[in-house]
């Protein structure tokens, strides 16, 4: 990977992070809520069922994540397991679409 | 007396103990001399200056990178004990010398050799003391390239590509330099993996520097001035 390519991963790790940073407070804020009066499958789907604003967010939420832990996770490899070749880069890719897939899976699961 | 545990041999080696006498105002280099003077004369070790300009007497003391030319013991002896190694992230030469061609390498890797377009026949370059880069260049141009901030840094310790501290450090100096014409090869000299991005900000660097630099502010500084070479397409 060239050195504009690992800036440009650098730089997509660090604006995911204020993303993320945002939607997790969001994401407690709403947990705390949720739970004042128990929590159950049909409250939570009652919320999300046909709720774009919360499939909207949800949404961001998991490309967030999908961006921000790979590019980590890689460095984390390069670092404490000496990986850096491009099977390295192309594990993080791997991992990256298997976050998102799976995320944004969940997310249409609650709001279909 | 001084119980000093000093590192004898090479990567392979071990510490051996001397008993040096505690005398008033003594530093870490007067204890290593001492011991080279009076104990063992086949103990190596570098100094030159012995007043903290020439940057040529750093190793660990006590598990910290320090000049010991600077260093009184009553600041890192508490007990009246030292250990004294050399520096961490080189490799080792002899006993308490350590070899720096790697660390001066990768100075020259970050090209941090000033690149001017004037000849000795133009006119000088008037640079106002209190201009923006003038600032910070004075916060990082003290440098004495002694080896402390890059033995600190868990960084280099985990990628022995990472150009370090003080690389980094000399290439924000020269970023800084408005007379300098080799900006943009130096951001790309310094990108990526190897470079200021894998910096992560733990601040061993600026916490232990004997010249108070912050390398991690200028860390930081390259990494901003290198996403945007690298968004606007520069790199």
């Given at each position: 990977m060239n050195a504009r390519s690992q800036v440009l991963l650098w730089g997509a790790q660090r604006a995911s992070a204020m993303v993320l940073a945002l939607c997790v407070v969001v994401h407690l804020a709403t947990i705390i809520y949720a739970v004042r009066n128990g929590l159950s499958a049909s409250e939570i789907l009652g919320r999300t069922r046909g709720n774009g604003g919360w499939l909207v967010f949800y949404a961001i939420f998991v490309a967030a994540v999908a961006i921000h832990a790979p590019i980590g996770l890689r460095t984390i490899l390069a670092e404490t397991?000496?990986?850096?070749?491009?099977g390295a880069d192309v594990f993080a890719m791997v991992v990256a679409l298997s976050l998102a897939m799976w995320g944004w899976r969940a997310v249409w699961a609650v709001f279909h | 007396m001084l119980q000093v545990r000093v590192w004898r041999g090479a990567e392979r080696g071990e510490f051996q103990l001397f008993e040096v006498p505690r005398l008033e105002s003594q530093t870490v280099l007067d204890v290593v001399t001492y011991i080279q003077r009076r104990c063992d004369p086949t103990l190596s070790y570098r100094f030159a200056?012995?007043?903290?300009?020439?940057?040529?007497?750093?190793m660990s003391v006590n598990g910290q990178s320090r000049w010991t030319c600077r260093t009184h013991v009553s600041k890192v002896a508490a007990d009246d004990r030292l250990e004294i190694a050399p520096l961490r992230n080189l490799p080792v030469v002899k006993d308490l010398v350590t070899d720096m061609r790697e660390f001066f390498d990768k100075w020259a890797r970050a090209r941090g050799r000033f690149q001017g377009d004037k000849r000795r026949t133009d006119d000088f370059a008037r640079v106002s003391p209190e201009s923006r880069e003038r600032r910070l260049v004075d916060a990082s141009i003290e440098c004495i390239g002694c080896g402390v901030c890059y033995s600190a840094c868990d960084v280099v310790t985990w990628n022995p590509d990472y150009l370090g501290p003080a690389a980094l450090n000399r290439a924000w100096t020269l970023v800084n330099d408005?007379?300098?014409?080799a900006a943009d090869q130096r951001l790309m000299a310094v990108a990526g993996d190897a470079g200021c991005?894998?910096?992560?900000?733990?601040?061993n660097c600026t916490e232990r520097c004997p010249k108070q630099i912050s390398p991690t502010a200028g860390i930081a500084g390259l990494k901003r001035l290198v996403l945007d070479a690298a968004v606007k397409g520069r790199l």
């Amino acid at each position: 990977m060239n050195a504009r390519s690992q800036v440009l991963l650098w730089g997509a790790q660090r604006a995911s992070a204020m993303v993320l940073a945002l939607c997790v407070v969001v994401h407690l804020a709403t947990i705390i809520y949720a739970v004042r009066n128990g929590l159950s499958a049909s409250e939570i789907l009652g919320r999300t069922r046909g709720n774009g604003g919360w499939l909207v967010f949800y949404a961001i939420f998991v490309a967030a994540v999908a961006i921000h832990a790979p590019i980590g996770l890689r460095t984390i490899l390069a670092e404490t397991l000496g990986w850096r070749s491009r099977g390295a880069d192309v594990f993080a890719m791997v991992v990256a679409l298997s976050l998102a897939m799976w995320g944004w899976r969940a997310v249409w699961a609650v709001f279909h | 007396m001084l119980q000093v545990r000093v590192w004898r041999g090479a990567e392979r080696g071990e510490f051996q103990l001397f008993e040096v006498p505690r005398l008033e105002s003594q530093t870490v280099l007067d204890v290593v001399t001492y011991i080279q003077r009076r104990c063992d004369p086949t103990l190596s070790y570098r100094f030159a200056c012995r007043v903290g300009v020439c940057g040529s007497c750093a190793m660990s003391v006590n598990g910290q990178s320090r000049w010991t030319c600077r260093t009184h013991v009553s600041k890192v002896a508490a007990d009246d004990r030292l250990e004294i190694a050399p520096l961490r992230n080189l490799p080792v030469v002899k006993d308490l010398v350590t070899d720096m061609r790697e660390f001066f390498d990768k100075w020259a890797r970050a090209r941090g050799r000033f690149q001017g377009d004037k000849r000795r026949t133009d006119d000088f370059a008037r640079v106002s003391p209190e201009s923006r880069e003038r600032r910070l260049v004075d916060a990082s141009i003290e440098c004495i390239g002694c080896g402390v901030c890059y033995s600190a840094c868990d960084v280099v310790t985990w990628n022995p590509d990472y150009l370090g501290p003080a690389a980094l450090n000399r290439a924000w100096t020269l970023v800084n330099d408005v007379r300098d014409v080799a900006a943009d090869q130096r951001l790309m000299a310094v990108a990526g993996d190897a470079g200021c991005h894998a910096c992560h900000t733990h601040m061993n660097c600026t916490e232990r520097c004997p010249k108070q630099i912050s390398p991690t502010a200028g860390i930081a500084g390259l990494k901003r001035l290198v996403l945007d070479a690298a968004v606007k397409g520069r790199l």
